[in-house]
């Protein structure tokens, strides 16, 4: 008798951890171990209780035919609690593939758009530098020799008008009664070359300060629109946008 309650207490405990049947109040046990901790319990049934079997058969018909029942109702609600698992697993399965496919997705056209963007900056800097260096180079070469020639065209007055001025002088040197006058006269002349000389060459500087001057404002337009490519491949606010540098280059004259 001591293991037909061992069973009995065994089988409560397998019933009472079994896994509930969801929306039903059936539960998913174990059949193997069930039915032998079931024929554990017949075994250990002492003999003595054969003599009330005639007493017991309708009973033990009515439990058997419940017993069938709820096995018949166990393994229905196995079968359905698998097929629902199954589904379940499947679908649960299926959906993250789809989220972990459209996730890689997503991540690979970001990649791409950002480097795009990293490349269309990098090439748009590339370009703006070059052509600001061959902008300098051409301001600067044109003003070196606008420079060099309102120089040399100085230079050349300069001689000339020093050169009237002796010419003149000797001439009116050979007149003693004109010699002052001659003397004033030469002067003058050489006063007027350099002050024409020193006025081409300010007039030199100040064309050439004029072209630097023009030459730093593309400098600096051209800087601040990289910073603000830059800026905005950092924050991540869209395509960069630059200022055309045909808009800020010196007007060429």
């Known amino acids: 008798m001591y293991r037909v309650f061992?069973?009995?207490?065994?089988?409560?405990?397998?019933?009472?951890?079994?896994?509930?049947?969801?929306?039903?109040?059936?539960?998913?046990?174990?059949?193997g171990d069930v039915l032998e901790l079931l024929d554990d319990v017949r075994d250990a049934i002492p003999g003595e209780l054969d003599d009330a079997q005639d007493v017991l058969d309708h009973r033990d018909k009515l439990?058997?035919?419940?017993?069938?029942?709820?096995?018949?109702?166990?393994?229905?609600?196995?079968?359905?609690?698998?097929?629902?698992?199954?589904?379940?697993?499947?679908?649960a399965d299926r959906i993250l593939a789809d989220a972990k496919d459209k996730a890689d997705r997503m991540v690979a056209e970001a990649q791409a758009h950002a480097d795009q963007l990293i490349a269309d900056a990098?090439?748009?800097?590339?370009?703006?530098?070059?052509?600001?260096?061959r902008e300098y180079q051409d301001v600067t070469g044109r003003a070196a020799a606008e420079a060099d020639r309102m120089v040399e065209a100085g230079r050349n007055a300069q001689e000339r008008a020093i050169a009237e001025g002796q010419a003149e002088q000797?001439?009116?040197?050979s007149a003693t009664e004109v010699v002052q006058a001659a003397h004033a006269e030469s002067a003058r002349v050489i006063d007027a070359a350099h002050a024409e000389s020193d006025q081409l060459r300010t007039d030199c500087d100040l064309y050439v300060d004029n072209k630097l001057a023009e030459f730093e404002e593309f400098l600096t337009g051209t800087i601040r629109s990289v910073g603000r490519g830059r800026q905005q491949l950092r924050t991540g606010s869209?395509?960069?946008?630059?200022d055309d540098p045909d808009d800020r280059r010196p007007n060429r004259r």
Not at 71 to 84: C, I, P, R
Not at 122 to 130: G, I, K, L, M, Y
């Open 6 to 31: 061992e069973a009995l207490d065994e089988l409560v405990a397998i019933v009472e951890e079994a896994r509930g049947v969801p929306m039903t109040a059936g539960c998913v046990v174990p059949r």
């Open 63 to 91: 439990v058997g035919d419940a017993r069938d029942h709820a096995e018949k109702m166990v393994s229905t609600a196995t079968t359905e609690a698998d097929e629902t698992l199954s589904s379940a697993r499947g679908n």
């Open 122 to 133: 990098e090439d748009e800097a590339e370009r703006t530098v070059s052509d600001a260096r």
């Open 170 to 173: 000797e001439r009116l040197v």
């Open 238 to 242: 869209g395509v960069p946008t630059y």
